[in-house]
């Protein structure tokens, strides 16, 4: 199980930080990733991470504004935001795989609930 949380409303420029807490399995192997939906749009990929070596990527959207780590002692992953966009607004999601990451959503098993960010 996945829980987001760490999303609210923000300002342009504004910077929020979003954790995933996984349960029921441990985040030392695996992958990670962050996928948001904004209002009209499809899903896309934001960010993925090495669970195991800790190992980050970033797609288009948040290249030089967004951060993943992890803390395999809370089992937690973060989203580091900043200079948040009004375009950013979206349901932010995590999900993770057992293996290697990849760039199709579609092999990622588990998916937190979402938690919503809003940049007005």
């Known amino acids: 199980q996945l829980v987001e949380s760490g999303g609210g409303s923000v300002q342009p420029g504004g910077s929020l930080t979003l954790s995933c807490v996984a349960s029921g399995y441990t985040l030392n192997r695996g992958c990670m990733g962050w996928f948001r939906q904004g209002p009209g749009k499809d899903r896309e990929r934001v960010a993925t991470?090495?669970?195991?070596?800790?190992?980050?990527y970033y797609y288009d959207s948040a290249k030089g504004r967004f951060t993943t780590s992890r803390d395999l002692a809370k089992n937690t992953v973060y989203l580091q935001m900043s200079d948040l966009e009004p375009e950013d607004t979206a349901m932010f999601y995590c999900?993770?795989?057992?293996?290697?990451?990849?760039?199709?959503?579609?092999?990622?098993?588990?998916w937190g609930q979402g938690t919503q960010v809003t940049v007005s």
């Open positions: 999900a993770a795989r057992t293996f290697g990451c990849s760039t199709s959503e579609s092999l990622y098993t588990y």
């Open positions: 991470i090495q669970t195991g070596d800790g190992s980050p």
